[in-house]
């Protein structure tokens, strides 16, 4: 297996190749306005992915995919004189999904924001449904008019000594224990 940064160095030789060979040395009309976007190579340098992009609809990206398959023989041979390794990796050419991503992406966003922009324009001059401020205030738990104060955390319902109730243990069947 080689090294990550020998990997890396494959990997950007190949790109750089590729682009210049499918920017100036082939000529099929088939061939659309290409983008080399991303190069993969795996440890052992016997396979390379390359990501491409096209610019223009589906029958532009269909006809750029069969011209670069035609072309494979030829850029793989330029790749081994370039590389000048002794195994030149096989080539596969892998369509980039990352605009088609991004767009989605877009979309997604654009529909939030207008959501976002629909509640703010209907809660415009909206009130609350209770009072402005509902939480209670300090000097208002001095106590009511009568001078007794609320008691809202259960304790009444407990023993009026403040003791638990003794509850007793069942056995482990489930009857009593007698």
Do not use: C, N, W
């Not at 892998?94 to 509640?119: H, K, N, Q, Y």
């Amino acid at each position: 297996m080689a090294d990550e940064a020998r990997v890396r160095k494959v990997q950007d030789r190949i790109q750089e190749t590729v682009a210049r060979l499918v920017g100036r040395r082939i000529k099929d009309p088939r061939l659309g306005f290409v983008t080399i976007t991303d190069v993969r190579v795996t440890g052992d340098l016997q396979h390379a992915s390359i990501f491409y992009t096209v610019l223009g609809d589906e029958d532009d990206r269909r006809a750029t995919a069969r011209a670069l398959e035609s072309a494979k023989g030829l850029i793989r041979s330029e790749v081994g004189k370039a590389l000048g390794i002794r195994l030149t990796p096989s080539l596969e050419f892998i369509p980039d999904a990352l605009p088609e991503t991004a767009a989605s992406l877009e979309g997604a966003l654009a529909a939030a924001r207008a959501r976002d922009a629909e509640l703010a324009a209907a809660s415009r001059g909206a009130t609350y449904a209770g009072d402005a401020d509902p939480y209670r205030r300090p000097e208002d738990e001095e106590g009511d008019e009568d001078g007794t104060e609320d008691r809202t955390d259960g304790a009444a319902d407990g023993p009026a000594d403040g003791q638990d109730t003794p509850t007793t243990p069942s056995a482990p069947g489930g009857g009593d224990a007698h």
